[in-house]
């Protein structure tokens, strides 16, 4: 299929650096206009795809961080009442008209699932977390994702003038409903490859040798080997290249004292750090050709 | 960038061949009965998919129908070894759970479970002891052992056939009430304890926009209730056969009625049963389960059991109202020590831990085992649970949390 190619060729041009499935998945987000649900561990970049979708599109990023609690308000519309409260004022004595008019474009505040809907050109649509909001968000997103229409009471409906393109995000704190998932594309983000992490580093941190980031790469993949409590993701890994290239190391052989010191870029627990104590970090970097 | 998003064509069907689109049907089938979900929507787009091109490689058309069909981490994990069996012919090595269930009717641990199933059994609570020698040949010349062994069981065990169905009718009845009366117990509590009420200055001002802005209607704001989430871990070993059939009985009647709650199966390994458990249909649940129960009968490794629990599944599946339910004997076959890391950080996470000891009500009975001396010092409720009274004198308790 050529259009897998040429997206996971924008996807590295834009600086994300996608495996050939996750091209699969974006060429078939686009033909067959389903949202594409992410899953995975924390840190592996899935919301970095949809920054990485946007810039290759050349379009709008509107991003929607769930939390518990969200609700339409701040999801999709409200009233800017303040205004609506001024004018109400302002026009006093003039009651027939002034509902008309406090109750237009005028005074609607868009929230990010309104304004996503309402851009001529598709906005790429991220909706980040969605296992943080409650079940009756859930419920709710379902009915915009398959309608792209939107009922304000006072104003009517509001159609699509153009389908985003939408990328949700779970890391897996709550279960998502079937009908949700059913609805969706799924593409399972896991740790990259040893080759692929260092092609990361590489696009990312200006300064990491093809030597070292093949060096951090492989370092890394061993310390995701260990038990650990948090295994580090790949914001991680990139905070510990930058600070490695930062300190200006060449090669981690060299500088074995300063791997250790700032493996804590990694290291995100008490227990971790306990455990992948000065001899176990020289023996990883030992194993490290 | 080629934007091609052609809303899928229905007319590109009449390219698909009829015997590929029977191929399709038959794909889709073997996904269903391997536990996807899949509605008639993502079948029509799979055919669009396959008329455009992308049936040319199939290593392209596996990436596209496994972003199409996966809904889930499990189901993205299988989906390459069913796809190569089913359109490529290669052999499953993943265990996938074949259709229809065996006959397991001469199993041997199955008949212990039947025996067991008796009121006052006075079957020995297996132990761990890996001997092979007390185990009774098995009558379909399979071979397998009787009671706990390291070596781990795969036999597909049958729970329809645990006792009468009369029994299991009764039981599962008398759980599913107590369960009922937890949930409503807990609700209404609940409701007349917490009376948060705030303000809700926003909404007021909007309400009364009409009024002028004058606040004449209040809208006020009530804290959300969290239901109480019951986990409930059910040691399915061989040492607990002759419990596991009420207990499973239980399980479902705890999930139907309540509205958060998760249970997972271990023995040798952890699987995670509710949806299996959630089928309306009584026996049909317990008929799933068998299907996940593999390896019952085998020995018990809690601590590893618990430990795959933490890691992967207590992020998502406990919140701030979580009661941990343990039903076991507490004989670890595996490491004790491991047992009692992975109850200290269980603890951490919940809100209270429940063990449930069905040994615990015998004359005599000390917890003696490792394991259970490992896990004491982090468990809140430690009860026996051999009978259904026992089970009703928890509600008390639950209630309270």
């Known amino acids: ?289 | 960038m080629s934007c091609c998003g052609a809303t899928p064509d229905f007319e590109g069907m009449d390219e698909v061949s009829r015997l590929v689109s029977g191929k399709l049907a038959a794909f889709l089938r073997t996904l269903r009965d391997n536990g996807f979900a899949i509605g008639l929507a993502e079948g029509q787009d799979a055919a669009s998919l396959m008329a455009s091109g992308y049936a040319a490689k199939p290593g392209l058309l596996r990436s596209a129908f496994k972003h199409l069909f996966s809904a889930r981490r499990s189901d993205w994990q299988k989906f390459d070894g069913l796809f190569d069996a089913f359109w490529l012919g290669k052999r499953v090595r993943s265990r996938s759970l074949a259709m229809g269930s065996t006959k397991a009717a001469n199993n041997p641990s199955l008949k212990s479970m039947q025996d067991g199933a008796q009121p006052g059994g006075s079957q020995s609570a297996g132990d761990q002891v890996p001997s092979s020698e007390d185990a009774p040949s098995s009558r379909g010349g399979e071979g397998r052992m009787e009671g706990a062994s390291r070596a781990e069981n795969l036999a597909e065990v049958d729970f329809r056939k645990l006792a009468d169905p009369a029994r299991i009718a009764q039981a599962h009845e008398a759980a599913a009430q107590l369960a009922r009366i937890m949930r409503t117990r807990l609700t209404r509590r609940d409701l007349a304890r917490r009376r948060g009420y705030r303000l809700d200055l926003r909404r007021t001002i909007h309400r009364n926009i009409s009024h002028g802005g004058v606040p004449i209607s209040l809208v006020k704001r009530q804290r959300k209730e969290k239901p109480l989430r019951l986990i409930v871990l059910l040691d399915a070993s061989g040492s607990m056969s002759m419990y596991t059939s009420v207990f499973l009985s239980f399980i479902h009647g705890v999930l139907d009625e309540f509205r958060e709650a998760e249970a997972f199966l271990f023995h040798t390994r952890l699987a995670h049963v509710s949806g299996a458990m959630k089928e309306k249909d009584a026996a049909r649940a317990l008929d799933r389960l068998s299907l996940l129960a593999q390896g019952a009968g085998g020995g018990t490794k809690i601590g590893e059991s618990l430990q795959t629990f933490n890691r992967w599944h207590a992020a998502r599946v406990i919140h701030s109202r979580s009661v941990v339910m343990i039903v076991s004997d507490g004989y670890e076959t595996g490491d004790a020590a491991l047992l009692g890391r992975e109850m200290a950080a269980l603890a951490k996470r919940c809100r209270r831990i429940v063990w449930l000891n069905p040994m615990m009500a015998w004359e005599g009975y000390a917890p003696e085992a490792k394991g259970i001396k490992a896990a004491l010092p982090h468990i809140d409720l430690y009860a026996p649970a051999n009978t259904l009274k026992s089970l009703t004198a928890l509600e008390p308790y639950l209630a309270r949390l």
């Open chain 1, 1 to 289: 299929m050529k259009d897998r190619d040429e997206i996971a060729q924008a996807l590295a041009a834009s600086g994300y650096i996608a495996d050939s499935e996750l091209a699969t998945a974006i060429a078939l987000m686009q033909r067959l206009r389903r949202p594409l649900l992410l899953e995975g561990e924390a840190g592996v970049g899935k919301t970095e795809v949809a920054k990485a979708l946007a810039s290759v599109h050349a379009t709008e990023l509107i991003r929607l961080q769930c939390y518990e609690g969200l609700d339409q308000s701040s999801a999709l519309y409200e009233w800017n009442y303040q205004r609506q409260l001024l004018a109400i004022e302002a026009h006093r004595g003039h009651a027939d008209t002034i509902e008309d008019q406090i109750f237009s474009e005028k005074y609607l505040l868009e929230r990010p699932l309104l304004s996503a809907i309402r851009r001529g050109k598709p906005p790429v649509l991220l909706i980040d977390e969605i296992d943080r909001a409650d079940d009756e968000f859930e419920a709710f997103l379902l009915e915009l994702l398959s309608d792209f229409q939107v009922s304000i009471p006072e104003l009517g409906t509001i159609k699509a003038v153009s389908i985003p393109h939408v990328v949700l995000t779970s890391n897996g704190t709550r279960e998502l409903s079937d009908a949700l998932r059913r609805r969706c594309l799924y593409h399972y983000v896991d740790y990259p490859d040893v080759e692929r992490e260092a092609r990361i580093i590489m696009a990312r941190i200006n300064g990491a040798s093809a030597s070292l980031s093949l060096q951090i790469a492989r370092m890394v993949e061993c310390i995701r080997k260990e038990e650990l409590r948090k295994v580090p993701g790949v914001a991680e890994t990139l905070d510990w290249a930058a600070a490695l290239v930062g300190l200006d190391v060449r090669d981690l052989h060299e500088a074995p004292e300063t791997v250790h010191e700032t493996l804590m870029c990694l290291l995100k627990t008490q227990e971790d750090k306990v455990r992948i104590s000065r001899e176990v970090s020289e023996r990883i970097l030992g194993k490290v050709a």
